[in-house]
């Protein structure tokens, strides 16, 4: 079964960027590096580093969380990223 991921990243501006992969590292590694695979947003604000993923078992489930996410305030997902 392929898990796929929601996740956060911190870009070097501060902001946060939130997507979703089936492979956190090799994801991670494009928004860093290339500039046909990174998106638009992180191309400009690297280096970017992960800082929150979450599991799920299926691609809508992920893009439902993707979508869920992306409407909360700043607040609410700088609590998320607490410990």
């Not at 956060?8 to 695979?37: F, P, Q, W």
């Not at 809508?60 to 609410?76: D, P």
Request: positive net charge.
């Amino acid at each position: 079964m392929t898990h796929w991921y929601v996740y956060m990243l911190r870009c070097a501006d501060g902001s946060l960027y939130t997507g979703i992969t089936r492979d956190i590292e090799r994801r991670v590694k494009e928004h860093n590096t290339s500039d046909r695979l990174a998106a638009r947003y992180t191309r400009s604000r690297r280096p970017v580093m992960l800082v929150w993923s979450e599991d799920h078992p299926d691609r809508s489930s992920a893009l439902k969380r993707e979508a869920q996410l992306k409407k909360f305030k700043r607040s609410f997902k700088e609590d998320l990223l607490k410990p």
